[in-house]
Structure formats: structure tokens, C-alpha cells
């Protein structure tokens, strides 16, 4: 089955800084890469995904990129702020409802005011 | 519209007690799933419905883990004779193709 690894576990920036997450995926035959975001309290929220037929899609200060070859796939966060701190998740998955995804075990992001 | 609601958000049992907790998915998703999150860590899939196949059970931890669905619709997570190490946050998601959304969680504590 997939297997999805996240690193760090933890990262800490200032404000102002960008963040970059990193997840590698094991299954060639994934297509799907969602991010999620946690805060404190609260259930995932799902902040940007991207499909294997792009290589970066762009949301405002959030983006993603995805490499098929080396399998693995990024989460950049520009112009950090306090309120970006959270527990960030991705995933990976093929496509259809008949697919769950599998999950990394997440990253403490910490941004420093 | 409306998104995943679960319920209770809060619910404190004493050991050995059974609780249901419940799940109402995003209207026309047909894919339901639970995780546990206990303190600090990650998703632990519990189980995943999709339509009217059976149900994907391989995360259930014990056989005191149930869970229901009827058709599309509501789910109810059972989890009987209750233990402390149950104590966690219970979180039920929803798909339809490609993105999953999750419902606040209800916060389990076994006493």
C-alpha cells in the first residue's frame, strides 16, 4: 500500500520567512496530493491540493509542487504570519471516492512574530 | 453549504460504558470515513464506507470498535465497554472524487 512520509517533524520561522514542507509518497500509481491544516481544537481543513497533472499550483501566499519522478511533493508558504502556525498534514491518494487516502504523520509549524 | 458536523463535541463516559458518536457527511458524498487522533499525533484510520460496498474495516483497533452507515447518510461510530486509552479525538471525513473534508472531531475521555 502508500506510504506517505513528512519532513521535519517540526519547523520553526520568522515572520516575514517562507516555509517549505516536504512528503514523499511510495505508490507510482497516486495521482491526488491534498494539504491539510490543523489548528488547535479544530479538524483538518483542507488548504490546497493538487492533481499529478500539473507539476504547481498556486493559492495566494500557498503553493504546491509535485515531482512524479523523485515522487515527492511541497508545500511553500510565503510571507509567513502567527496565524499560519498549525499542524500541516499531506496526503496522497489515486483518484475516485473508491480511494482513501493515506496520511503523513504531520508538521508542527511554528512562525516566530 | 453545510460542511461535516459531528456529534457531541465533547463527551466524558466512565470506563467500561459504551458511546456512539455520530457523523453527518456533506450531502451526496459517498464516501464516509473515521480516524482517531489521540493527543499530539497523527490520523489513525479507523474505517472507511464507500456506497454500498462493504465497508473497509482494516483500522478498526479492537473488537469493542463498531461502526454503521445508513445508505449515504449518517454514520455512528460505537465503541464499547469503553477504555481510557479510547481517550482521544474522533474525526469523521467526507469525499466525493477528490477532496475530503473533515468534520470538527468529538473530544472522547474515558474516566
Known amino acids: 500500500g502508500e506510504n506517505v512520509e513528512q519532513h521535519p517533524s517540526t519547523l520553526s520561522v520568522q515572520e516575514g520567512d517562507s516555509a517549505v514542507i516536504k512528503c514523499t509518497y511510495s505508490?507510482?500509481?497516486?495521482?491526488?496530493f491534498p494539504w491539510y491544516k490543523q489548528e488547535l481544537g479544530k479538524g483538518p481543513q483542507l488548504i490546497i491540493d493538487i492533481r499529478s497533472n500539473v507539476g504547481e499550483k498556486k493559492d495566494q501566499r500557498i503553493a504546491v509542487t509535485l515531482n512524479k519522478t523523485a515522487k515527492h511533493f511541497s508545500l511553500h508558504i510565503t510571507e509567513t504570519q502567527p496565524e499560519d502556525s498549525a499542524v500541516y498534514f499531506c496526503a496522497a491518494s489515486m483518484s475516485g471516492a473508491n480511494s482513501k487516502l493515506t496520511f503523513g504523520k504531520g508538521i508542527t509549524l511554528s512562525v516566530r512574530p | 453549504g453545510a460542511g461535516v458536523s459531528q456529534s457531541p463535541s465533547n463527551k466524558v463516559t466512565e470506563k467500561g460504558k459504551d458511546v456512539e458518536l455520530r457523523c453527518d457527511p456533506i450531502s451526496g458524498h459517498t464516501a464516509l470515513y473515521w480516524y482517531r487522533q489521540r493527543l499530539g499525533q497523527g490520523l489513525e484510520f479507523l474505517i472507511y464506507?464507500?456506497?454500498?460496498?462493504?465497508?473497509?474495516k482494516s483500522g478498526l483497533p479492537s473488537d469493542r470498535f463498531s461502526a454503521e452507515r445508513t445508505g449515504e447518510s449518517v454514520s455512528t461510530l460505537t465503541i464499547q465497554r469503553t477504555q481510557q486509552e479510547d481517550s482521544a479525538v474522533y474525526l469523521c471525513?467526507?469525499?466525493?472524487?477528490?477532496?475530503?473534508?473533515f468534520g470538527p472531531g468529538t473530544r472522547l475521555t474515558v474516566t
Open positions: 464506507f464507500q456506497g454500498n460496498s462493504a465497508p473497509d
Open positions: 471525513a467526507s469525499r466525493q472524487v477528490y477532496e475530503q473534508y
Open positions: 505508490d507510482s500509481a497516486s495521482n491526488y
